[in-house]
């Protein structure tokens, strides 16, 4: 090492002297790199792998390194890596041999990779560009993360740290939603009631909701001038004094304002911005309609806002005509299923007659039957009905006759009740269509309609993949066993996985609440010490059923098969030989830290090392033939 240092002086000192008399461009010098390749990884889904690869570039005499990398284990999984040290190993690597391998740590829980290698003796320093390593990952979760160095060193072979830029790793397959739009809204947004008659007041407020630094804002109101007159309007004292109010009642409008004034701190999250009280003048009915809304921040910027929500106010009854339930979505109903909705009636005064239409689609039900109740105890009545199956339409005309009363329908009352059967997965809607309500006079009564909605979910678990993580191993050594299932359905499931080789059990894991369109890969460790050697094994993995399931074709998935060897060979032909041994001399002395170490080498204690020991147990056994 001293002539090493002494030739090292005077190549250096003719080095300097050259290069004082020609002058190097510092530009065109590029700074070393250590950086992720790629460096963004995006749009991949859970249950999808990736790799990576960590370089460096442009580096001067690199003598050995170490670094640490991290990523978040809730989104990325570790599956393996291979370190590329050295080149005369791995071409495309760093370092020169002979190296030491001081570090080559894996903390899959805490997503830590620490990484150091040194090279050894008087050799030559590594120079130019390089892989360090690659890592492969999997995908467990939706987010983001970086791939980060947090700590690195590079040094030559004098030990003095080498100056580098570092460029980290990006994984993304999920972006947050921005804050959502800030809604406005009358407060209550219904007032029906018919003890509101003239001369009573009432008041409402106007509100809003999921605001981010609120500053400033301004609306206006337009009502029925003709029922409503405004009496007074009250606006947040947060914003005193700075409120304005106006009324144009003659028009049926309102305006009011507020801002702040700093230092006063924004509104946030929930807030009512005015207050208003109504003077009832008359019988019928008005829509509280809100518009021409401004909402700025403190940076006097707009602030997103959803359509206002408006009041309404009614001192008369409406009558409702309206399916019931509105909806139905429900894993339990399936083709060849068959189920009854309701038309329902509300708030209707004098009703005599009645006819609509419900519109369906077709190729999803088939209407089976229609009931039609009688009201109130009324049996003096026509019925009509009619159903298309083509179009998906069902007709319906009621008309009681004397002596059948007229009916007053004060709650919710059936008016007809309609049977459908499935015909196929899928989803519709259950229309109400050219609705006539009548009463006693053939007059018609004025009537809200509201729709249905029908739709199947689909109940569908499946095993995606199986695989072993050693396809031939020795008696007594287990195996582990990854197996991917995918919930295919449209709600959350449990269920179990039972893992088998041939026929046989390896066991059994329960899986709770498996969340719609997600993968979840659960293990199994297989004893292999009761088999026999120079058998081969099929490992296979089956799903229980969940409720209303109909496709079970995906519950069970064949895997790969898995040899039991003889032990001592080594490269699993099936016979013992100088093949065997030449394997393990070929790594005498690696150990488990080692890159070229080979578990299946290692056959005798004390393991974890290859020496002498494991090389007499292969040759005692040379020959043995599983033929």
Excluded at 107 to 123: F, H, L, P, V
Excluded at 567 to 577: A, C, F
Aim: glycine share 6%; charged share 15%.
């Amino acid at each position: 090492m001293i002539r090493k240092k002494a030739s090292m002086i005077v190549f250096l000192t003719i080095f300097l002297l050259s290069i004082c008399m020609i002058p190097t461009p510092a530009e065109n010098v590029e700074k070393p790199l250590l950086y992720v390749d790629p460096p963004t990884v995006l749009d991949l889904e859970p249950c999808q792998n990736f790799t990576i690869e960590v370089k460096i570039a442009n580096i001067t005499d690199l003598y050995g390194f170490d670094l640490k990398l991290s990523w978040d284990p809730s989104i990325l999984e570790y599956v393996s890596h291979t370190v590329m040290v050295p080149v005369e190993t791995h071409p495309g690597g760093v370092l020169h041999k002979p190296v030491l391998p001081v570090k080559d740590k894996v903390d899959k829980t805490a997503g830590i990779y620490e990484c150091a290698y040194s090279q050894m003796g008087d050799t030559p320093t590594f120079n130019g560009s390089g892989t360090i390593f690659n890592m492969t990952f999997h995908v467990v979760g939706l987010g983001n993360c970086e791939i980060k160095f947090t700590y690195y060193k590079f040094v030559d072979e004098e030990a003095v740290p080498l100056d580098i830029d570092v460029q980290n790793g990006y994984f993304q397959n999920y972006v947050p939603p921005p804050p959502p739009p800030a809604k406005i809204y009358v407060s209550p947004q219904k007032i029906i009631d018919s003890t509101l008659q003239v001369c009573k007041n009432f008041s409402i407020s106007i509100k809003v909701s999921d605001i981010v630094d609120l500053y400033h804002f301004e609306l206006w109101m337009s009502y029925n001038t003709t029922i409503l007159d405004v009496t007074s309007i009250y606006v947040n004292e947060t914003f005193n004094p700075n409120i304005q109010t106006e009324i144009f009642e003659s028009e049926g409008l309102l305006r009011t304002a507020g801002w702040l004034t700093p230092p006063s701190p924004s509104i946030e999250g929930s807030a009512t911005l005015a207050y208003i009280t109504f003077h009832v003048t008359g019988i019928g009915e008005s829509v509280l309609d809100v518009f021409n809304v401004t909402l700025l921040n403190s940076a006097s910027e707009p602030i997103e806002f959803l359509e206002p929500q408006d009041g309404y106010f009614n001192n008369i009854l409406k009558a409702k005509i309206f399916v019931y339930p509105e909806t139905l979505i429900s894993p339990q109903f399936k083709p060849g299923s068959v189920f009854n909705i309701s038309i329902m009636v509300d708030d209707a005064m004098d009703l005599y007659s009645y006819h609509f239409n419900l519109s369906y689609d077709a190729s999803v039900l088939t209407c089976v039957g229609v009931f039609i109740p009688p009201l109130n105890g009324q049996y003096n009545f026509i019925p009509e009905v009619n159903w298309d199956e083509e179009t998906g339409n069902v007709w319906i005309n009621v008309t009681y006759k004397p002596p059948a009363e007229p009916i007053s329908v004060i709650s919710p009352t059936s008016i007809a009740n309609i049977y459908f059967m499935i015909d196929t997965f899928g989803c519709t809607s259950l229309a109400i269509t050219n609705s006539c309500l009548m009463n006693s006079e053939g007059k018609n009564i004025v009537h809200e309609v509201s729709d249905g909605y029908f739709c199947t979910l689909i109940r569908d678990i499946a095993i995606i993949d199986v695989i072993p993580s050693r396809n031939a191993t020795y008696v007594g050594r287990p195996v582990q066993i990854n197996v991917t299932v995918h919930n295919l359905g449209d709600v959350s499931e449990s269920f179990t996985v039972t893992a088998y080789y041939n026929e046989s059990v390896i066991g059994t894991i329960n899986v709770t609440e498996l969340a719609p369109k997600k993968c979840i890969t659960v293990t199994f460790l297989w004893d292999t010490s009761l088999l026999n050697p120079c058998q081969k094994y099929v490992i296979s993995a089956e799903v229980s059923a969940v409720p209303y399931e109909i496709d079970l074709s995906n519950n069970r998935f064949e895997g790969r098969i898995v040899k039991i060897k003889m032990l001592g060979d080594i490269n699993g032909d099936g016979i013992i030989d100088i093949s065997d041994i030449i394997l393990a001399a070929s790594i005498y002395d690696s150990t488990e830290a080692d890159p070229n170490w080979n578990p299946d080498a290692d056959v005798a204690a004390p393991y974890g090392m290859i020496d002498i020991a494991d090389l007499v147990t292969i040759a005692s056994k040379y020959g043995q033939s599983c033929h």
